[in-house]
């Protein structure tokens, strides 16, 4: 849970972010310092560049599960140069260097990935999209997972999108990014209140 807001007092500055739940998942600037604005969601936030990578790498994964969970953050996206690559908001990759979970926008649209890599041989991968999403407002973005049943998207509340899932995840990630992968593909826009949950929110939760 990282609320953004460059606090002093809870230690946040040009190169660190705290997670104010319980598993202390804190967050280090992964390129170059953090580029913090007064112009989030919620009071601060994060900036983020496609050219200059302003990203967070978290080197832990407490509380993580990869069978029922829910990742959550605000964000509001600029346009980019044309092509076909992602620019990624959130991904976790395991030790293994397998993503696992990908959260990102390509041609103007908005998808979440639930992945597993068997034996990193081939790759099943669960693909949810829609919305013309690029508008620079912000937007309330909610993924949930429940391996073996489904993942499902939310954009400011509303369902958008769902789809089967017939497995679990290859591994629980060792490393989270926000503002890329680890492969790159940095975002543009901002990015504020990222939250991950280790249960399946509802609907009615998601919206409240």
Known sequence: MMNFDNKSSLGENDTFVRDLSRFGNDGTANGMSLNWTSKGRYGNALLFDPFVDHSIIISSSNGFNESLGTLSLWAAASRWKSGSNPVVLF???????TNVI?????????YFSYIRDSENTSTIQQNVSHLSFVDGEFHYITATWAGNENINLYVDGKLLQNGPVSFTLFGIPSTFYIGRDADGYL???TIDEVRVWN??????????
């Open 187 to 189: 975002f543009n826009g």
């Open 91 to 97: 991904a976790g990759r395991t030790s293994a260097n």
């Open 102 to 110: 990908r959260m990102y926008l390509q041609n103007d649209q908005l």
């Open 199 to 208: 249960r399946n929110l509802s609907g009615d939760e998601i919206r409240e």
